[in-house]
């Protein structure tokens, strides 16, 4: 037994038993909200975009890209094309600003490695269908953008998000922008 055999053992001896106390210490528990937060997120399983002002729509589905980020989950993209009650309810022809809008979410959310779906519907109102679209596709989350608007007989969010948030069988995230940070796709990008 040599002095530096002793030293190296005793170094040994106690990087090993700090080593087994780190390991084994138990942390403080997690206060009971955190954990279902954090539960109620990761559960999302499919996820429900709503496009109806580019604008504040493109916010949404990248919010609602990053929200889905490590899950395999899915998205669906909806463009609800309301039709006046004196016109058929029929499907428009060939929109090009509707392309423009799904292609333009759907651009997003592939940037963040999600494969989207996307959906044309039209309805008499858009919340209706929305809500319809959510309880159809058992969605777990619908995440809406929306910018504030001063409409006579309307709430500060709009009859469209006013009545999905009351009606959806689902979470519901809306992302409200101020009107003045709300800009337009520029016609080049659309």
């Known amino acids: 037994m040599t002095p530096l055999g002793v030293l190296i053992a005793v170094l040994f001896t106690v990087g090993l038993a700090g080593t087994l106390g780190w390991?084994?210490?138990?942390?403080?528990?997690?206060?009971?909200?955190a954990t279902t937060a954090v539960r109620s997120v990761s559960a999302l399983r499919k996820i429900?975009?709503?496009?109806?002002?580019?604008g504040a729509s493109v916010r949404a589905v990248e919010l609602a890209a990053r929200l889905n980020e490590g899950r395999k989950g899915q998205m669906l993209i909806v463009y609800v094309h309301e039709i006046p009650l004196q016109a058929p309810l029929v499907m428009p022809e060939r929109d090009p600003?509707?392309?423009?809008?799904?292609?333009?979410?759907?651009?997003?959310?592939?940037?963040?490695?999600?494969?989207?779906?996307?959906?044309?519907?039209?309805?008499?109102?858009?919340?209706?269908?929305?809500?319809?679209i959510a309880r159809e596709e058992a969605a777990d989350l619908i995440v809406m953008g929306?910018?504030?608007?001063?409409?006579?007989?309307?709430?500060?969010?709009?009859?469209?998000?006013?009545?999905?948030?009351?009606?959806?069988?689902?979470?519901?995230?809306?992302?409200?922008?101020?009107?003045?940070?709300?800009?337009?796709?520029?016609?080049?990008?659309?």
């Not at 500060?156 to 922008?177: H, K, S």
């Open 48 to 54: 429900v975009v709503p496009v109806i002002d580019l």
């Open 146 to 190: 929306v910018t504030l608007k001063n409409r006579p007989n309307e709430g500060p969010l709009g009859r469209t998000a006013d009545y999905v948030i009351r009606e959806a069988p689902c979470e519901v995230v809306v992302d409200r922008l101020p009107a003045r940070r709300a800009a337009p796709i520029p016609a080049g990008q659309r």
């Open 97 to 132: 600003t509707i392309e423009r809008a799904l292609n333009l979410a759907a651009f997003i959310a592939t940037q963040h490695g999600l494969i989207p779906q996307t959906k044309v519907a039209v309805a008499r109102q858009v919340g209706h269908r929305i809500v319809e």
């Open 23 to 33: 390991m084994l210490r138990v942390p403080p528990p997690a206060p009971r909200g």
